[in-house]
């Protein structure tokens, strides 16, 4: 009787799922897939799964109850996933090509299977399906000899890569980087070359800087082009009954709507930046532009003075500059992941997380604080030595855009704060009246609205030293105003991490918020014995967190004298 080799019972395992005990839903809009995999053959194959999966007899049975709850990857394309599956299963790459070679690395980098970096890599450039897009994942990589292969492509092949719809697609730093090679030092066959496309080119994601130290010296636009790029970038000036006067702009002015995107920093010269004094900061060079908005990273130095030790921090906030137009009103709602890049093998990236922010230009910034002790030790592998540098990136998805007045607006009438309480077990063991606050605002009513965390127990038995966790809702008064308040209806909410547990919740009903009594809440939401138990649903062990939320609706707001 034929006996099929392990390759070939292997392969029968990934095409056909049986006995698979893990889903993933790969993909993004239409392109969603749901493909079926073997915890015990990922966590073998990369320290990423065995994190992912890793075995916990406690948790068994609440595992199989959620079988059925797929993990998403957003942002791996369906047919990537596959060819990585097929390598981890069998080793076999006949599906690895110039068409996805380079999502195959993303998610290769991603779940850490080095195996395949190589492979990737070794596809030809000339069969890139995108060479651009190639180039930015050489950079985002630090992949240096990649990078340079695929420049030197575009430097021999620009005539044609110019007239590709995925050179329309590049940002304003390639863009700059392409104008300025040595080979396109003519002028003339800049513009010449360039052709149609010239005038696809969106000039405005440019900053003035970019223009006047690359754009300009290029040679590649006309004096009435580059006076039409001036004075739109100065529009807010000028506009009204000057329009007439202005240089006709011969460039889209629209912006692209991309809905995601990943821009990261190196903070350089770690070491010195470090012990510079509290509120130094640094920025990200780079500008990511979406949904018409300007995206960028902060870093700045912050100190917590609770105590006696003042225990510098470095805090990354993520910033949104607004629309370039003169418009006070635009808002947008926005996630993002934050990522402390690690530079050791099998250490884990540090990772901060919000959900639905919403940005607007009274609140445009949000962040989260890294002690840079922990950031500074060489064992923990966040800081780069020889480099002397730290690396973050931030993952982030923007949603609901808008440029006029709005809900999402500052003056709304309600809105979601989210919360997530890190280093939950050591935040347990703290002493009794030991409070967390959220550290980004959200807007309500023209009123600012935080969430407090409060470590609590019942006094009615003297004898009963069990903790609670108390959640309330703050807000805070407008300035110099001693007459304000409002009527607030809210759900507090511990957010679940099961997908069969449902969030645990109360409610408050038309509260006075005002200037005497600006909290309310409930001191004993849920005891940390059933909190911290990883059969209830609630607690992270992973990330070591509990997700807090509150659904708040806002009426009756009163300000100036009673």
């Known amino acids: 009787m034929y006996e099929p080799s392990l390759v070939e019972r292997m392969k029968h395992l990934l095409r056909t799922g049986e006995h698979a005990d893990v889903y993933f839903l790969v993909g993004d809009g239409d392109g969603k897939e749901l ?42 394309e ?38 395949l970096f190589n492979p990737c890599l070794d596809v030809p450039v000339s069969e890139l399906r995108n060479v651009f897009l190639a180039y930015a994942q050489a950079c985002l990589f630090d992949l240096k000899d990649f990078a340079h292969d695929c420049l030197m492509f575009i430097d021999k092949n620009v005539e044609t890569l110019i007239k590709s719809e995925e050179f329309l697609q590049i940002n304003q730093k390639l863009l700059c980087q392409i104008l300025e090679r040595d080979e396109l030092q003519i002028p003339e066959n800049r513009r010449q070359m360039l052709g149609p496309a010239l005038f696809t080119i969106r000039f405005r994601l ?13 040679q590649v636009l006309t004096a009435e082009e580059k ?71 902060m870093a700045e130095i912050n100190e917590r003075t609770e105590g006696t030790d003042n225990e510098k921090y ?58 840079f002790a922990e950031l500074m030790e060489p064992s923990k592998g966040f800081y780069d030595q020889n480099g002397d540098k730290i690396t973050v990136t931030i993952d982030f998805t923007v949603g609901e855009a808008k ?65 609670w966790l108390g959640i309330s809702l703050q807000c805070a008064a407008p300035k110099e105003d001693i007459n304000w308040s409002c009527k607030c209806s809210a759900i507090i909410r511990i957010v679940s991490q099961k ?42 062990q992973s990330g070591n967190k509990v997700t807090l939320a509150i659904d708040v609706t806002v009426k009756e707001t009163k300000t100036g004298d009673k």
């Not at 999966?53 to 957003?74: I, L």
């Not at 440019?206 to 290029?218: A, F, G, H, M, Q």
């Not at 063991?429 to 959200?442: F, G, M, N």
């Open 35 to 76: 493909v079926p995999a073997h915890k015990l053959i990922l966590r073998s194959a990369s320290e990423v799964f065995e994190a992912m999966f890793r075995f916990d007899a406690k948790k068994e049975k609440a595992e199989f109850a959620s079988a059925n709850c797929p993990v998403e990857v957003p942002d791996v």
């Open 206 to 218: 440019l900053t003035k800087k970019e223009i006047w130290e690359t754009i300009v010296p290029s």
């Open 78 to 115: 369906a047919a990537a996933f596959r060819v990585m599956l097929s390598f981890i299963y069998t080793e076999e790459l006949s599906e690895l090509n110039g068409d996805n070679s380079m999502e195959v690395l993303y998610a290769a980098k991603k779940y850490n299977i080095p195996g």
């Open 314 to 371: 470095l805090c990354i906030f993520f910033c949104c500059d607004g629309p370039r137009e003169e418009n006070e009103n635009w808002s947008c709602k926005c996630s993002a992941t934050f990522r402390i890049v690690s530079k050791m093998d099998g250490v884990e990236n540090s990772v901060g997380k919000f959900y639905d922010q919403v940005f607007n230009a009274k609140q445009h910034g949000y962040g989260f604080n890294f002690e």
């Open 499 to 540: 997908c069969d547990v449902a969030d645990f919740k109360l409610e408050l009903n038309d509260d006075v918020f005002d200037n005497e009594m600006n909290n309310w809440g409930f001191f004993h939401f849920m005891s940390f014995a059933e909190l911290m138990d990883p059969e209830k649903g609630f607690y992270d």
């Open 227 to 297: 006076i039409g790029v001036y004075q739109f970038h100065c529009q807010p000036i000028f506009r009204g009954n000057y329009s007439h006067l202005f240089c006709p702009l011969k460039f889209p002015s629209h912006w692209r709507i991309w809905t995601f995107g990943t821009i990261s920093m190196n903070i350089e010269e770690m070491s010195e930046f470090a012990r510079e004094p509290t509120k130094s900061c640094r920025y990200s060079d780079d500008t990511v532009y979406i949904k018409g908005l300007s995206w960028k990273i």
């Open 403 to 467: 440029a006029d007045k709005s809900i999402y607006d500052s003056s709304k009438s309600h809105g979601t704060l989210f919360m997530d309480i890190e280093k939950m077990s050591e935040f347990a063991r703290e002493i009794i009246l030991s409070e967390r606050k959220s550290e980004s605002v959200t807007y309500i009513n023209e009123l600012s609205w935080k969430i407090l965390a409060q470590i609590n127990k019942k006094t009615e038995n003297t004898d009963n030293n069990e903790k």
